[in-house]
């Protein structure tokens, strides 16, 4: 089974700027969640999607924002980018009724200039 | 707010060592205690998980023990091996959802061989 795959995998972009990234789960899971992870303050949780609903969110502000297709494929958009955006960020995806194990994807790192 | 303390920030111990990594957590809802292996350029992989009604779980190698009503749970690594070195992640399901894990510092391991 092909694990959690996330495009694209380095990105650059300039202060002000606007990304998305996007993610998708392993083959029949249907919850993707969302985190930061910076040297500073470690893995942080930004959002989780479950049948394209959001079904929880971290303390982030409102640039910040994601959306889940009915594949369960998701996208996170981060808008008026800050040097502070730079961070790795990464998806992982579960199978509610196996434990919500979740299984991370190998992340997209994103250099704010 | 919700905190997950893990502890020691960094471990180093010969080959064929055990080493052990502790964690403590803050919310009285946490009923999910994933461990996590990040190796360098990898996204997390899961290693190991406990659920709040278990007081121990091991695989091979590797064992989790939980404390509830102390809110400790550990990682315990039993003839560590050099490819055990990488960065360990605790987490603890946050605002009793599975969804979101609120994750520690990490634990930076060496084995030395």
């Known amino acids: 089974k092909a694990g959690v795959t996330q495009t694209p995998r380095y990105l650059i972009k300039t202060r002000g700027q606007q990304v998305t990234l996007s993610c998708s789960p392993i083959?029949?899971?249907?919850?993707v969640s969302w985190y930061q992870q910076t040297p500073g303050q470690g893995l942080q949780f930004l959002f989780e999607?479950?049948?394209?609903?959001?079904?929880n969110k971290g303390n982030f502000p409102g640039r910040f924002s994601g959306r889940q297709f009915s594949n369960s494929r998701s996208e996170m958009n981060v808008s008026t980018l800050e040097l502070g955006d730079s961070a790795l960020y990464l998806c992982?995806?579960?199978?509610?009724?196996?434990?919500?194990?979740?299984?991370f994807g190998p992340g997209t790192r994103l250099t704010v200039t | 707010g919700e905190n997950v303390e893990q502890h020691p920030s960094t471990l180093s111990v010969q080959e064929g060592d055990s080493a052990v990594i502790k964690c403590t957590y803050s919310?009285?809802?946490?009923?999910?205690f994933p461990w996590y292996k990040q190796e360098l350029g990898k996204g997390p992989q899961l290693i190991i998980d406990?659920?709040?009604?278990?007081g121990e779980k091991k695989d091979q190698r590797i064992a989790v023990t939980l404390n509830k009503t102390a809110k400790h749970f550990s990682l315990h690594i039993t003839e560590t091996q050099p490819e055990d070195s990488a960065v360990y992640f605790c987490?603890?399901?946050?605002?009793?959802?599975?969804?979101?894990?609120?994750f520690g510092k990490g634990t930076k391991l060496s084995v030395k061989p």
């Open positions: 992982a995806s579960s199978y509610p009724g196996q434990g919500y194990e979740q299984y």
């Open positions: 083959s029949g899971h249907r919850s």
């Open positions: 999607y479950f049948s394209e609903t959001q079904r």
């Open positions: 919310d009285s809802a946490s009923n999910y």
């Open positions: 406990i659920r709040s009604n278990v």
């Open positions: 987490a603890a399901s946050g605002g009793g959802s599975q969804g979101n894990l609120i």
